[in-house]
Structure formats: structure tokens, C-alpha cells
């Protein structure tokens, strides 16, 4: 490797100049690479996290918030028909704002930030089911009635779900912005 070629971040893959000492597009700390990587290795150092910021669970955990709030206190008060109280749609509805937050923290965050999205889902489980089992009412003579374990499966859906989304959110960065090296 020659002393003036570009150095290839290994988070987005944006080519950098020879002396940077960081991704001028993620922030992703260079490193100097003596050998090349295999295209697996390769492949599996683009897609790992390379730290870890509380910045960005507690953004990802304002954006849940904004989300829930539309989705569970909002919205039912708009359309008498939306009823997210019922059974355990409320849950679901949360797991999917989870998801859908998940992607624009990994989006809208530098570099690779897959965890800190899925850590303010956890955050986010123990308040939201506490409003769920608070609000949804018993049903008399039938009916679902979610159980605290229906609640924790589902909150565990939803942690997975904004894990998938951080990660997508990642994936439609590097394509939208076009950092790929290749």
C-alpha cells in the first residue's frame, strides 16, 4: 500500500485522504491496515459497531416517546374508533413505532449505532407497559386480557424490531448517501 493512497474507512467505506486520523463522513476512528482483509472480514467489519454513545439512546428514547405519544395517547383522542387499548394491540403499536424510530436513529446517527437504538427500547418497555396494563381494561365475561408475560414477549419483539430497524436505518444511510467505496 502506498503512502498517498486514500484510506477506506472500514464503518461506511468512504475514501479518505492519507493522513486522516478519522472517517471525515462517520467519525469512525482510521486505522492503518499493513494487510489486506478477505472479503468476509471485510464484510464483517463494515457491519460492526465501532462504540457506543449514550447521546444516542437518549435521542432514540425521545423519538420513542414522540411516537408513543402519537400512537397511544394522541391518535385515540382524534379518532373515536382507534382504540389501542384493547387485547394487545397496544404493544404491538409500541413495537412497531420501536421499529420505525430504530430506523431514523440509524439513519440520522454517525457511524454504526445498531445498540444504542435497541438499549432505549429496553428503557422504553418498563414505562410503556406500566401505561398498557394501567389503561387497558379488564374485560369482564371474556375476552384477552394480556397477561404480564404477554406484555414482556411482546416489549422483547419490539427491542428486536428496533435492532432490525437501527440496522436498516444504517443500510439506507450508506445507500442514500453514497459512501460505498465500490
Known sequence: ???????????????NAFDATRCVSCGAKLEAV???????????RR?????????????AFVIYFVFQAIA??????????????QNVWGILISSLTWFIGGIV????????TFLEPALAAVIATIPTIG???????GEPGGGLDPTI?????????????S??????????QGATRGHRAR
Open 72 to 85: 397511544l395517547a394522541v391518535l385515540p383522542a382524534v379518532i373515536p374508533a382507534y382504540d389501542p387499548f
Open 163 to 172: 435492532l432490525f430497524g437501527a440496522f436498516l436505518g444504517e443500510k439506507v
Open 1 to 15: 500500500m502506498a503512502s498517498k493512497d486514500p484510506i477506506v474507512c472500514h464503518v461506511c467505506g468512504f475514501k
Open 149 to 161: 408475560m404477554a406484555y414482556v414477549v411482546g416489549g422483547f419483539i419490539g427491542v428486536m424490531l
Open 105 to 112: 436513529v440509524g439513519y440520522v446517527s454517525p457511524g454504526r
Open 47 to 59: 457491519n460492526q459497531q465501532t462504540g457506543f454513545e449514550l447521546k444516542w439512546v437518549a435521542i
Open 34 to 44: 499493513s494487510a489486506d482483509y478477505s472479503t468476509e472480514e471485510e464484510a464483517a
Open 131 to 137: 401505561y398498557l396494563m394501567w389503561r387497558t381494561p
